[in-house]
């Protein structure tokens, strides 16, 4: 049990703060044993320094710094997914406040559109583009032709590719040429790859959702900042517990 400490903050006044919940509802939290700090289960009263203490309710761990700002961005094509390109192509870093500096959670090619999170928050960024924390995302995808049931149990199966064959995947059709593709791993050009396997080329992909996250009313180009019950889904989609 983590005890009462001098110093640092009241756990559930900074559990109010970024808005887990009312002061009197932390307070529940910690006595039903929901809440750890450092990997221990938090009594009532204890004081956390939240730069340096790990909170977790439920299992997920959340971001108390006060400085963390994440994204979510609907990324149009022929935008680049890096800090910087070369060729001075557009870049989703320059379509997001300069400051603080953040970075894209993976990448999108600069042929695919949809929704890329960009976060300062490394941990965050490691736990969402690991394979071992299995994030699913969402694609829609324009395909070339109409995939036959056959080709579309492949890509649920799995198809060999150049580096492996591919984990099951959720996979339906919509209408003649269209197919909604869920996918956990996160290989490079994976979807584009997959279609391409099964004699279906992509011509045009959208990925949908990332995790819990989904906005359909988000245009090309525009961004938002998740708030804080999104962030807190998002921190338990990646916590192992
Ligand atoms: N799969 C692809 O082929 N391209 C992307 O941008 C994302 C997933």
């Given amino acids: 049990m983590t005890e009462p400490d001098a110093t640092g903050e009241r756990l559930q006044k ?51 710094m006060p400085d963390v700002v994440c994204y979510l961005l609907n990324k149009p094509k022929g935008v680049i997914s890096t800090a910087d390109d070369p060729q001075g192509r557009p870049t989703v870093v320059g379509m997001v406040p300069e400051s603080p500096r953040v970075f894209p959670v993976g990448r999108l090619d600069a042929d695919t559109e949809g929704l890329l999170l ?41 198809v060999e590719l150049d580096d492996g ?17 869920t996918i956990h791993e996160g290989r490079n050009r994976q979807v584009r790859r997959m279609c391409d396997a099964v004699g279906h080329p992509v011509a045009r992909l959208v990925r949908t959702r990332i995790g819990p996250l989904s906005d359909p009313k988000l ?23």
Avoid: C, M
């Avoid at 064959?165 to 593709?181: K, M, S, W």
């Fill in 14 to 64: 900074v559990l109010a703060r970024i808005g887990v919940g009312s002061r009197r509802t932390n307070e529940i939290l910690i006595a039903e044993g929901r809440v750890r700090v450092n990997g221990e289960v938090a009594i009532l009263g204890a004081r956390v320094e939240i730069e340096t203490d790990e909170i977790e309710v439920d299992g997920a761990i959340l971001t108390t």
């Fill in 165 to 181: 064959l591919t984990a099951p995947a959720a996979v339906a059709a919509v209408g003649d040429t269209g197919l909604r593709i």
């Fill in 118 to 158: 960009l976060t300062n928050d490394g941990g965050l960024t490691h736990r969402l583009t690991h394979p071992s924390f299995g994030v699913e995302k969402e694609y829609l995808v324009d395909v070339v032709g109409t995939p036959s049931r056959s080709a579309i149990r492949q890509l649920r199966e799995g």
């Fill in 219 to 241: 245009r090309p180009g525009k961004w938002r900042q998740l708030d804080q019950d999104e962030l807190l889904d998002l921190q338990r989609a990646v916590s192992r517990t």
